[in-house]
């Protein structure tokens, strides 16, 4: 159900939600909203990779904290690849931050601070070489946002497409 500034009781409120439903259905947006929906994709799916970021290397028991570069390597990596192939790349980095760390004994914020790089250049050498990158699947302990479940299947109607193909 829709939050809405009416109140629960308001019938003004189940109107709204019937005629928000339906132009979410027929597709009948007003014109401001086409020109919107690829920023506001971009921005879900930034923010996808950032969380999956995070919980890749807290699972490697690093803390990280994503500044203006981990969000300029990313808005990169999104204009060709997928978010599914966004956690290739993540999960990839972090391991590979996790053996830096055991095989030579650096601190950990040092082996976590390799990880924006290591995903920079692994897009930028996949582009080189013309990888085929292979997606992941969504993992269970990093759901899917229901802002981004609302964007890909109610208002976009594209379902896990919007997870597994690069922003159109």
Known sequence: MWALPYGKRSSKSEHLIEDLENVFLNMNWPNHWFEERIP??????LHECLQYLMFSLDQHGFKFTPGEK???VFNNLLED?????????????????AAFYMRE????QHAAN????????QVERSRAEGWEVKGFRRD???????ISRVLHDTVLHIGEDGF???IS
């Open 164 to 166: 597994t193909k690069p």
């Open 81 to 97: 690849h997928s978010v599914a192939q966004a956690y290739n790349f993540i999960w990839r980095a972090a391991r590979d931050a």
């Open 114 to 121: 390799t990880v924006v790089g290591s995903i920079q250049r």
């Open 70 to 72: 981990t969000n300029l």
């Open 40 to 45: 506001f994709w971009q921005k879900i799916s």
């Open 140 to 146: 269970f302990r990093c759901p899917q946002s229901i």
């Open 105 to 108: 004994n650096v601190p950990k």
